[in-house]
């Protein structure tokens, strides 16, 4: 019966992996339309791409890969390395987005609900807020870690090495400074 069970489990856990993969390119979007964002309007439809869409995915993706991944790890593989750093992996992934993103998406929903008309400079500066964009950019290293981990199938401490060198790689790119466009610099000067 496991034997039958097994191809399903695995695709249904690449369908996660599909998902979770679409969540952070949602998020990542949903994100630069809100920091660019200057009327209301604008920032409403980058948060319901970058929160709502994004708050049902996630967990649904997250939860898929976890349970299908503990089961094809029960039936065929056994507690590998590489296996206990991808579960962890994906637990931090969690922890890290819940922390980095959800509790600060949170607090601005509704600021940004009852906005009207251009955004007060109070609201513009904490849609700047760069955890936000540390958060995203390092679960995004961190799941390019994963599938590392997933395709090369490395020893325990390779595979603790690939995540913590991934996590912090997505952490440094969200260090470096973002690109000005000349639309942006004309909004601050006038």
């Known amino acids: 019966m496991a034997s039958l069970l097994y191809p399903f489990a695995l695709f249904l856990h690449i369908v996660?992996?599909?998902g979770l993969i679409a969540s952070v390119t949602?998020?990542?979007?949903?994100?630069?339309g809100l920091r660019r964002a200057t009327r209301a309007d604008e920032a409403r439809l980058w948060l319901s791409i970058s929160r709502r869409l994004?708050?049902?995915?996630?967990?649904?993706?997250?939860?898929?890969?976890l349970i299908t991944g503990l089961?094809?790890?029960?039936?065929?593989?056994?507690?590998?390395?590489?296996?206990?750093t991808a579960f962890a992996s994906l637990i931090a992934?969690?922890?890290?987005?819940?922390?980095?993103?959800?509790?600060?998406m949170a607090r601005?929903?509704?600021?940004?609900?009852?906005?009207?008309?251009?955004?007060?400079?109070?609201?513009?500066?904490?849609?700047?807020?760069?955890?936000?964009?540390?958060s995203l950019r390092v679960r995004i290293a961190i799941v390019l870690g994963i599938a590392f981990l997933m395709t090369v199938k490395p020893t325990f401490i390779a595979a603790?090495?690939?995540?913590v060198l991934a996590a912090a790689i997505g952490w440094l790119t969200a260090q470096i400074p973002a690109r000005r466009t000349g639309h942006e610099l004309g909004n601050e000067i006038g």
Do not use: C, N
Not at 26 to 32: D, K, M, Q, V, Y
């Open 54 to 65: 994004v708050i049902r995915l996630a967990p649904a993706s997250l939860g898929t890969i």
């Open 16 to 18: 996660g992996a599909f």
């Open 160 to 163: 603790i090495a690939v995540v």
């Open 108 to 134: 601005l929903e509704p600021a940004i609900s009852h906005a009207q008309g251009e955004l007060a400079d109070d609201l513009r500066r904490r849609l700047q807020d760069p955890v936000l964009l540390t």
């Open 26 to 32: 949602l998020e990542a979007i949903g994100l630069r």
């Open 93 to 104: 992934l969690a922890v890290i987005g819940a922390f980095g993103t959800g509790m600060r």
């Open 71 to 84: 089961y094809m790890t029960a039936v065929a593989w056994g507690p590998k390395g590489w296996i206990i």
